[in-house]
């Protein structure tokens, strides 16, 4: 395998879990505060509480961990493909949260929403055909005249 080929094979593939491990730690996220319960006051004892019940709440902590492997995955991915490119392929999220949050909390999302996702799915799409990286292209083509 060629080293453009595997490396475009190793975007895809972090991208991929970059997109699920956002997805499913934002709407675990969304489940954990759910059971934790909303604020109710905003003094600095009751905002202490709030966070400390927030902390230490396993549904909460498992999401914060999902979402902390979203973001090693995304500063991988922005160690090697160009930022025009990586974070309009990130917006896959928006496409499978609503999809995780009908079928995993069982929420109501109704057709003009749905219609909303498939625009941003193929916004996405669009994105996916155009190169990972534009600033390699740019000095190899220099090189090649100089």
């Not at 909460?60 to 090697?80: D, N, R, T």
């Amino acid at each position: 395998m060629s080293s453009h080929s595997a490396r475009h094979t190793k975007t895809y593939i972090l991208l991929a879990l970059m997109v699920m491990c956002g997805s499913v730690g934002d709407v675990i996220l969304g489940s954990g505060m759910k059971q934790v319960g909303e604020i109710t006051a905003f003094t600095p004892a009751a905002i202490g509480t709030f966070l400390a019940s927030v902390f230490t709440h396993p549904t909460v902590l498992l999401a914060i961990g999902a979402l902390i492997a979203y973001f090693i995955c995304y500063c991988l991915l922005l160690s090697w493909a160009d930022f025009s490119f990586v974070l309009p392929s990130s917006a896959l999220t928006y496409v499978l949260v609503p999809l995780l949050a009908r079928f995993w909390l069982h929420e109501e999302v109704k057709a003009l929403r749905w219609a909303g996702i498939g625009c941003i799915f193929l916004g996405v799409m669009l994105v996916g055909f155009t190169p990972h990286t534009t600033t390699g292209q740019k000095a190899a083509a220099g090189a090649e005249r100089g």
